[in-house]
């Protein structure tokens, strides 16, 4: 079995092909990770995902725990924060990333 983890629903990017960025969700709605401890263990795999999974400033504490539920952990993140990702990538050996290259040229640093 597999479960995918919606983090957040904000996001820089403007993709096209995705209007998550367009109705975004409020820092105070999105679930933590202590929610998230409540996810049945023994899944075969995770996937992490959002809108920009890359502006939650609790990312590495919601790898940690969803670890602790699954054997394979995928990130799907259009890149951006790469020093945040790479330091989530060192900590977490293993994990997948996968990264969207729609609309690069529109991605907006500062988050939302």
Not at 17 to 37: F, V, Y
Not at 57 to 81: H, P, Q, W
């Amino acid at each position: 079995m597999e479960a995918c983890v919606i983090t957040t629903y904000r996001c820089n990017a403007r993709c096209q092909m995705c209007n998550t960025w367009q109705h975004p969700s409020k820092r105070s709605e999105e679930i933590g990770p202590e929610i998230m401890k409540k996810l049945p263990g023994g899944l075969d795999k995770i996937n992490i995902s959002g809108g920009e999974l890359g502006l939650r400033s609790d990312l590495m504490e919601i790898v940690k725990v969803l670890r602790t539920k699954t054997r394979a952990i995928d990130i799907s993140t259009n890149g951006y924060f790469t020093d945040r990702l790479a330091e989530v990538g060192r900590r977490f050996p293993g994990l997948a990333f996968h990264i969207s290259m729609e609309e690069l040229t529109r991605i907006n640093g500062d988050p939302p």
